[in-house]
């Protein structure tokens, strides 16, 4: 029987995390589940934002669900032991590399979309962000400089193979959709993205089926929302990647809409299931999250850990359904609350 670690974590991560359990006891697909501590919850209950507990139901788990992490009460803690080193510890420690984030509109949600409805109904587009390197990962610290200045650094860094893994995981990715792949960077001033982007055009060979294309990432960011259509995969590194995918959010309705898988290999069936929001403090405790992101993710964990490709489709189905019938959260513009929500994508099931 599989087994399903649940990580809730902090703010909105055991709201939304708790719709998606009820997705998933309603499907009674005959997994075991079992919860750890993570984050700031983790932290203020054992001392650490991973114990070691939580890292080794990770790594026996057929398959991880992950709410959010982030307490402003841990903002001031030293860096590792901030909820964050909780989420960034286990991409690590499973090698976690390649991260899918798409983002398509749900018919209904035009008027939610930050773009025109006829921009925003062209957009079906996968994210594809490096995870297990970039400035996330390379040398930090504090110093002070010749003239007393305080001075922070972070070392952006990629290697080839590094580049080549995730390079790999696009074309297949782009295969496996319309055939088109664009590589974001920066190599106009960073070594690193020169470095992406030579890699990226020798990965291509392997693949003369992929119409390959690359973007400056300040010019993806504009093209994200002039016109979107234009893509199918983008593959970049962990910082751009971040940023824009929330961006990419947006544009179709809320952060609130948007899943994620995080693979160590694009065949590998153990992976890591998360919205790709935070754990929203601003709006924790309140009913008022949109769990419609974390159980998008659990279609994604159903079709890619789990082989489960029916219900995954029931899932996404019952979710169109529930936003086509008007039911909306506060991001979308609506009244409704998390349950209400989650009642309705239940409902949507049956
Ligand atoms: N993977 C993770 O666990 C992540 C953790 N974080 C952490 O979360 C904390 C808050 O970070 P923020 O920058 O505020 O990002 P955030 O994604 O938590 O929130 C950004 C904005 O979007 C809204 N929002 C997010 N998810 C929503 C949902 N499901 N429904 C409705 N509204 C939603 C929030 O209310 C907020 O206004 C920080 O501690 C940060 O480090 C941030 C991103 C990812
Ligand atoms: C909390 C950060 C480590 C990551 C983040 O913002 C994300 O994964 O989207
Ligand atoms: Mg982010």
Redesign the pocket.
Known sequence: MALIAILA?????PE?TAEARRVLDALDLGFDFEEGLV?GAAYHATGHPLPPETLALAKRADAIL???????S??SLERSL???Q??LGLRKELSLFANLRPAKLFPGLEDASALRPEVASAIDLLILRELNGDVYFGEKGMRTTASGLREGYDIMSYNEAEVRRIAIAGFEAARRRRGKLCSVDKANVLETSQLWRDVVIETAAQYPDIALTHMYVDNAAMQLVRNPGQFDVIVTGNLFG?ILS?QASMCVG???MLASASLSDWRSTLGLY??????????AGQG???????ILSVAMMLRHSLDMPAPADRIEAAVSAAIGKGVR???LGGTHS?REMGDAVLAALA
């Open positions: 974590g902090d703010g909105i991560g939304v984050g992950f709410g959010a992490v982030g307490d402003p841990c903002d901030r909820p964050e909780a989420i971040d929330d809320s952060i609130g998360e919205p790709i929001h935070g754990s929203a403090p601003d709006i008022k999250a949109n769990p419609c992101a974390m959260t506060a991001d998390t």
